[in-house]
């Protein structure tokens, strides 16, 4: 059975830090691509980062870029997402997603987590 059990999230200040981990099981992570989603109160779910199956290449939606990193540890099936410099629009549930090797900034993705909390608070 495939999960994917996210972590991190938390009530935090404009401006601060936090990062956010997602422990793969159940599939071969080393042949999965992974992305993170977010969204927010009455939204839809938006793309937010995306890494391929090997790390060699990365996606940011435009509002992220220079302030998020996202980074995959193949030992630990883990994928992170680094978030800097937060700002109360980054308020939202963070889902963590799965599909094999190629990445994808749609909503396109085999299995999903059940998602993290993420409020900034002005």
């Known amino acids: 059975q495939v999960q994917l059990r996210e972590s991190g999230g938390g009530l935090v200040q404009a401006g601060e830090f936090l990062r956010l981990s997602c422990v793969a099981s159940g599939l071969p992570f080393n042949n999965y691509a992974m992305a993170w989603f977010r969204q927010a109160l009455g939204k839809e779910r938006e793309f937010v980062a995306a890494?391929?199956?090997?790390?060699?290449?990365?996606s940011y939606t435009d509002s992220v870029k220079g302030r998020f990193t996202i980074s995959r540890n193949h030992h630990e099936n883990t994928v992170y997402l680094q978030m800097g410099n937060l700002q109360p629009e980054d308020t939202a549930a963070y889902y963590c997603?799965?599909?094999?090797?190629?990445?994808?900034?749609?909503?396109?993705?085999?299995?999903w987590g059940q998602g993290t909390q993420v409020t900034v608070a002005s």
């Open positions: 997603a799965a599909r094999p090797f190629r990445m994808v900034e749609t909503t396109d993705y085999d299995y």
């Open positions: 890494i391929s199956w090997n790390g060699g290449s990365t």
